[in-house]
């Protein structure tokens, strides 16, 4: 069996490569920036969900062995009706090269048949494919993306429009380590995983504990959805990505996350990372 990861750059996908990689699984990086940017030692191509010119690359790919894409991890390009290409390349894999597993990364507010990743999940249900749909919440990670990273470090703040939402942030690697299942299981799990941390925090509480972590005042600073609009644009991010993101954090302030279970560890084996580990384990980058 092999497998082929597309969003092979992103912070799930590089650590469900790790965990390939560690039980000699072969596997491929499919993103746009291909090999220049995939970790050394870990064979990657140029992929593009708006270029069909580059969906044949993975299956042109020598696997040792002669061996054959059996499984494909699917992660959503940040573009307008994402689902219309994703869509159409599940067709392509099938039908074309007999690729028998998917493995969708959601949202936790995804729902079948609702624009967005919903639609790719109808249409695993409608063509009968094996399937599992990813429904992280919000991943720790982003507190080490270079934008709330220097903003954490150099201001001691953490900007939202999350207000007193609570959310069970969910590491990466719980994340991979749910999906490292969903490919690999002889049995596909034709089910979606809710992939949720062990505790429901505020940004108020995130704030606090990184305070304590840090030994300094971090303060998070909840802003309208206006002002929160305005403040990624201004930090770079696209008219898409901020609405996007906006609208998400406008949710959670209602309570769209305020969600627990134990999938994690019904599925792995063992449970979440807490964030007050996380915390410690990247304390040296805010610092």
């Given at each position: 069996m092999a497998f082929v990861l597309i969003g092979g750059t992103g912070k799930t996908a590089l650590r469900l490569a790790q965990f390939l990689q560690n039980d000699n699984h072969q596997f491929l990086?499919?993103?746009?920036?291909?090999?220049?940017?995939?970790?050394?030692?870990?064979?990657?191509?140029?992929?593009?969900?708006?270029?069909?010119?580059?969906?044949?690359?993975?299956?042109?790919?020598?696997?040792v062995g002669g061996e054959k894409i059996s499984a494909i991890y699917l992660m959503e390009p940040l573009v307008a009706e994402p689902w219309k290409p994703m869509n159409k390349f599940i067709n392509y894999a099938r039908q074309e090269h007999n690729v028998e597993r998917f493995v969708l990364v959601a949202g936790t507010s995804s729902q079948v048949g609702k624009p967005g990743m919903g639609m790719v999940w109808q249409h695993f249900l409608q063509t009968g494919v094996d399937y599992c749909v990813l429904r992280p919440s919000w991943f720790m990670e982003n507190l080490v993306q270079e934008g709330p990273l220097s903003v954490i470090k150099n201001d001691g703040k953490i900007y939202t429009a999350c207000g007193q939402g609570k959310i069970p942030f969910i590491s990466a690697t719980d994340i991979a380590a749910v999906a490292y299942r969903a490919l690999t299981d002889p049995k596909?799990?034709?089910?979606?995983?809710?992939?949720?941390?062990?505790?429901?925090?505020?940004?108020?509480?995130?704030?606090?504990?990184?305070?304590t972590s840090l030994g300094r005042r971090i303060e998070h600073v909840n802003l309208s959805s206006e002002d929160r609009y305005q403040n990624l644009v201004d930090a770079g991010a696209s008219d898409y990505y901020a609405r996007f993101l906006v609208n998400l954090e406008i949710a959670a302030s209602g309570g769209s996350e305020t969600h627990i279970n134990d999938d994690v560890l019904r599925v792995t084996g063992r449970a979440p990372k807490s964030f007050d580990l996380f915390a410690q384990e990247y304390r040296a980058v805010w610092l």
């Open positions: 990086l499919a993103s746009r920036r291909g090999q220049s940017a995939a970790p050394q030692g870990m064979p990657a191509i140029k992929f593009d969900w708006m270029d069909k010119s580059t969906w044949k690359e993975p299956f042109l790919f020598p696997f596909s799990h034709n089910c979606d995983h809710r992939v949720l941390g062990p505790e429901l925090l505020t940004y108020d509480d995130i704030a606090q504990k990184l305070s």
